[in-house]
């Protein structure tokens, strides 16, 4: 079935590669996607006058919420097909197009991962979610009833998240781990959860993301194959040319956090980086599958893996086998893309957020592998957790106060707690 089309950002726009957007079609039929644009679970608007964050009260109040009411820019129109990919970058309405069509774009990959509605956690109160446009905001926040996308002005320009396709799935990665997983009891909450947290919306970003076919194309042409070089994909929200938000191919142990932690995203790089270590060995058990790789070659990854050989051995190997299996490459990396999506949703599912911690996300995940294969990627996903100190180190406590941007204190303040 025809989908309703909208330009799309892959990757910032100031990076050269990805300088024009894409035409994507989001499961929304022509037609159904009005003024705004809106649809029947949620509308994005460009407020005018609005000088607050929903969920940040200066003299200490209760929390700004939405709806807003007050005046706003006027709203993107459908063309007469009922398609948004007619509106061109730099316009107030092409930006709440790319909002909410990220938005879209974003719930249908993990609709299709879950295998049916994600609801959004602001339901009983809310008939739609708000997806709100604030460039007076220099952040971006997702919480009860709404969606909020500030802009990054650290390169001397403004540069709006809303066009940011990685900031947008994020946040829409915070919104289903509300809804599938919850909010726990203030007094049962823990540093981990707030990690968790962090972790999965940072992989939400990086899963979405590799459904643009001309990522994925960019990705391996410039690797080979080789995930581990510095990429778009293992680069999470990228600010500027050499500026990330957090690398998901990172080093982090936590270990490094076992006296205690002050930042949650700085909590969360341990776990995102199992993930993104399980993720790559997947891709390359896929790859075995395939025939594309030797199991030699794939033996000797693992040895290589963190020592200073790495690169200058596989990445000569990858070139070599890159070059003569292309097309497989790609298949197998999308297969390694569904399985973790599906894993992933499988998990978050089945997670208790009283008292969540990482060893529960691992064991969890390692009962999803036993319920889909019997357990066959049961060795890699608990070596790479083990490589994290999962299951070794106990977190320590929280060593300073929330920052106002802190992401845990959004969920400390914006949400009803019963």
Do not use: C
């Amino acid at each position: 079935m025809q989908g309703t089309r909208f330009k799309l950002f892959p990757q910032p726009q100031f990076l050269d590669e990805y300088a024009e957007p894409e035409v994507v079609e989001v499961s929304s039929a022509p037609g159904t996607v009005g003024p705004g644009p809106s649809d029947r679970r949620m509308y994005s608007i460009f407020p005018i006058g609005k000088t607050e964050p929903y969920g940040i009260s200066p003299d200490g109040s209760d929390p700004s919420a939405p709806p807003w009411t007050g005046k706003v820019e006027a709203p993107a129109m459908p063309d007469a097909d009922g398609h948004f990919d007619y509106l061109e970058p730099g316009t107030p309405q092409f930006e709440t197009a790319h909002l909410f069509g990220t938005v879209r774009f974003v719930m249908d990959i993990w609709e299709d991962y879950f295998d049916r509605e994600i609801p959004w956690q602001g339901e009983a109160s809310y008939d739609r979610q708000e997806l709100t446009i604030l460039h007076s905001l220099e952040n971006a926040y997702s919480g009860y009833g709404f969606i909020e996308m500030g802009v990054d002005r650290s390169a001397g320009e403004t540069r709006p998240f809303s066009l940011n396709f990685d900031v947008i799935a994020h946040e829409v990665g915070h919104a289903i781990i509300y809804s599938e997983v919850g909010v726990p009891d203030p007094q049962n909450v823990t540093g981990e959860y707030f990690g968790f947290h962090e972790s999965a919306a940072d992989l939400v970003a990086l899963i979405s993301s590799l459904h643009f076919n001309s990522l994925v194309d960019r990705l391996l042409e410039n690797t080979r194959g080789n995930l581990y070089m510095l990429n778009a994909v293992n680069r999470v929200a990228e600010l500027s040319e050499n500026k990330q938000i957090r690398i998901a191919a990172n080093d982090k142990r936590l270990g490094e956090f076992a006296k205690g932690w002050v930042k949650e995203h700085h909590l969360s790089q341990p776990l995102t980086g199992a993930f993104f270590d399980i993720l790559v060995d997947i891709f390359h058990e896929m790859l075995l599958d395939y025939g594309a790789i030797t199991p030699q070659m794939e033996h000797l990854s693992d040895e290589l893996l963190a020592t200073s050989n790495y690169a200058p051995v596989m990445q000569e190997l990858f070139d070599e086998a890159y070059a003569a299996n292309p097309d497989k490459f790609k298949m197998a990396l999308l297969d390694a893309r569904d399985i973790m999506g599906t894993y992933l949703a499988d998990t978050w599912e089945r997670l208790d957020e009283q008292g969540l911690n990482f060893v529960d996300v691992a064991e969890v995940f390692l009962d999803v592998d036993r319920a889909h294969t019997g357990g066959r990627f049961e060795k890699l996903i608990l070596g790479n957790f083990r490589m994290r100190d999962i299951g070794l180190v106990a977190v320590g406590p929280q060593l300073e106060p929330l920052g106002k941007d802190s992401h845990a204190n959004s969920v400390r303040t914006m949400l009803p707690m019963d």
